[in-house]
């Protein structure tokens, strides 16, 4: 339920590993919804003869399941919360419910208080103590479970056979495992982490200063000073990052090759997918402008700065990324000198790499005037305006690509934080013969953005995109568009006109 891209992979992350530990738990079987489709493929290819196998299974043998879990997560700033239900499949009944919360930054301790109460719910002996479950006495375990049989009888839950004796010894292994699997996670996270944060240096070189010039508009001019940058993955850091894994005693660890880096974590624990998919995270790096005292003035990053644009998994553990001396990203930082210089003082910059927070581009196209044909010709009209609208406006976010800034004095500020620009659209035989912009924001860097988009986009032909898709283009003379581009850039987490933590 969170509007964070930066959470999407928490939707299949957090069910794999829930599934994984609470299959281990003693006498509980656990089915997942994902495993059934691949299930069922086999037994269809068996049961057909196209597997070789001498004993084939027999079809409508699947484990019927008892309880359904489901639930929601909620964010709110760093805390995450879980709410999960336990519905009895054949009635509907929620028959228990499961809340828990925790830091963003710890997803694996969170998921094993998931786990702790889920099992809770099905074994009330856990909730005597889960965590000193290790040091309860036999005679105390005997107790619990005597209370647990109960329980099974009058809310129907599946009862657990054996001994009350090994179901205990069973708990305390199952606890055991479950905080070394756990461990192992936690190490996974800090590992994608820590490379993010240390395995890379950047280098910035002398400012050079520019002026862009604005016609017709009231920012005739702005000085704007460029400073050069690159940023390189260092094979001696990601080297020391694996070093201090391994001294965790974990399984977490890696090594550094010509083409990026392996790393050595367990895949049974479900580390290594953590561990990629944490690493994964679309992430975006910025320039901050630093005054002398270290507070925020500024912050820059050009639209294709993003990080996940430039790793490639080679294979579940192998993954690509430029490395020293090939730059991870290379370019231009501009600042207007009214940011970063005041008074004399001059900023001092720095580098950050950090989840990219809910940016995004809109490209809205809406037709002016009304068609004068009647009957099928109207019918034939609309179809191919839509299409040509829908290719027009993947044409336009395609080739609109504004940078992520912010800078003290704050110009033209929006709640949420958004730019907005309206202009007109004029199309002829799938082509773009004229665009202008009628309204947008006093900000120099979306404006400058607004006008290299018009240099990209006049004479554009929507039927010449190397898709080789062919478009009808609209017959008639001019169609005439209304378009709006809406740049959404949540930049609240870089601490613009504060220190940063």
Partial sequence: MTRHPQLDWLRRGLQEMLVSDLAQWPKLEVVSRDALGSVLREQWLQQRGFSSGENPVSLGRLKGVRYLIQGRMFAQEETLAVNLQIVD?????????????????????????????????????????????????????ELSSSRHLEIDQERRYLPFSGSVHSHAVDQIDALLSLEKLTHERRGAYWLAETIWHEG????????????????????????????????????????????????????SGGYVDSDGFRTTLDEGSGAQLLFVEHFQKPRRVFIRALNEEGDV??????????????????????????????????????????????????????????????????????????????????????????????????LIKSKWTPSITEGLPVRGYLPGNKRTAVGVVHAQDGKIRYIKFQHWPEDPFFLKSLQDLQLKLLEACLECQDSGQVVPHLPGSFKTFRLQLTLVKDIHALHLGSRPH
């Fill in 200 to 251: 890379w240096v950047s280098e910035i070189g002398h400012p050079l200063y520019q002026v862009w010039q604005f016609p017709n508009d009231s920012m005739s001019s702005v000085p704007v000073m460029a400073i050069p940058i690159s940023l390189f993955f260092s094979p001696h850091r990601l080297a020391h990052i694996f070093e201090q894994a391994q001294k965790t005693e974990t399984d």
């Fill in 89 to 141: 499949v054949e009635t509907g009944v929620v028959v228990g419910a499961v809340n828990a919360k925790g830091l963003g930054s710890d997803i694996p301790g969170l998921e094993q208080d998931i786990v702790t109460r889920v099992i809770g719910v099905f074994d009330p002996s856990l909730n005597v103590d889960t965590r000193s479950m290790s040091d309860q006495t036999v005679e105390n375990s």
């Fill in 297 to 394: 003035l500024a912050i820059f990053s050009p639209w294709a700065w993003r990080t996940e644009r430039r790793i490639l998994m080679r294979d579940p553990q192998g993954v690509s990324v430029p490395m020293w001396p090939n730059p991870f990203v290379t370019g231009f930082v501009q600042f207007p000198v009214e940011w970063v210089e005041r008074e004399g003082h001059h900023a001092t910059f720095d580098t950050v790499v950090v989840p990219v927070p809910n940016e995004q581009v809109l490209v809205t196209l809406e037709p002016i005037g009304e068609s004068k044909e009647e009957g099928s010709e109207i019918s034939q009209q609309v179809d191919q305006e839509d299409v040509f609208i829908q290719d027009l406006g993947n």
